[in-house]
């Protein structure tokens, strides 16, 4: 992993110059020796650079590292991690399919598929992610796509993809998996059956709050030929590009990667400037050594104040009350990363004050950062969900979401301590004065 991290996709004696590290190639258009070659790349009888509206070479060599982490066949980079899934689902479903997701997704998901997708002409429906008998009566004829979190945002709730991804292959739907928290330094989700992963880069992979980024990844599972008639953007020949998309499963390649990239990447203009994919090829040199030092934090804070006062509930792997408890020593053996979430007595003043009486951590809607982020989810990241979907993703109004980074621990559990110390400080009811009497 540390290896492919720091030299998968480019090599100095490559470049033009020698440079160690990948270039920025800071260009929006690339020169052609002659007419026939531009055309040809039009025309699709050869590859290479036209316009980086589509494409740039540096962004083809973070393509080409997270395919080698992820043990991908292939991989788009795009302007953020929402892009991503929403370029992955579009080129997977069309209108009247229905597609699957786990009840735990990050806010922005689930307003995605309640809304937008919906506005396309697709039906979502969803299920708690550990009941396997809901997966199953939720797929239907119409059902080409289940989503899924390997590691839930705000309550690191793991799942059994082995388990999921064999309920859905057996009904020929693919299995597309966000794996933003775990990336692939602590899970890789192809295998464990997913066809399709998705990453929002702007968190562990670039790593250190700088660039928004997001990455698809085809682990190389997915072969529309099996069932053409699911596939028909894929399988049959696309009037506007003049090939079959499908096709280039015969040179071990993704014709899913090639529709999305020609088709939404270039139409909905979701292009990765060359400056930010640089950005997280930096980060991904380091992440090796990030990940498991932050979930060894992680678990080790999650564990400290599980049983404080003013603690309802933590919500971590590592610990007894949790039904996935297993699958994090079975799957995740270097940590489950630093995102987790803690209920406090006291509703969202009590989340207020323990977020304000904070000074390491930072207020900030972001995870993955090398510095210490918390914020209340309930009233910013899934503030527009209902209250049934918040509570199916243990959000409630006293629920704060922590993620850890990668300063000293001593100092961030005295800063923890800062925020418990406050919550209890508040008054409780028996302190307030009463109220004044009626006229």
Known sequence: MSTQAIHAGWDAADGDHGA???PIFATSAY??????SLKNLFARKCEGFAYSRSGNPTTAILEDRITALEGGIGAIAVASGQAAVTIALCALLEPGTHLVASNRLYGGTTEFLDDTLQDLGVRSTTVDPWDLGAWE???????RVVLLESIANPGAELVDLDAVAAIAHARD???????????PALYRPGEHGADV?????TKYLAGHGTTLAGLIVDTGSFDPRRCPERWRRLTTRNRRFGVTFADEHDSDRSGLLAYARAKYVTDFGATLPAASAQQVLIGIETLDLRMPAISQRCEALAQRLDGQAGIARVDHPSLAHRRDQEIARRD???GTA?????QLDGGEEAAAAFCDALELFTIAVNVGDVRSLVCHPGSTTHSHLSDTQREACGVTPGTVRLSIGLEDLEDLWADLQRGLAAVQALPTPADAEPAPALA
């Open 332 to 334: 995740f053996p270097r």
């Open 31 to 36: 020169a052609h020796p002659e007419h026939a």
């Open 338 to 342: 630093g995102v987790f979430s803690v």
């Open 137 to 143: 009566q939720a797929i239907t004829e119409d059902t």
């Open 20 to 22: 160690v590290a990948p």
């Open 173 to 183: 739907v693919v299995v597309v998996v966000d794996s933003t928290l775990a990336s």
């Open 197 to 201: 992963v998705v990453h929002s880069a």
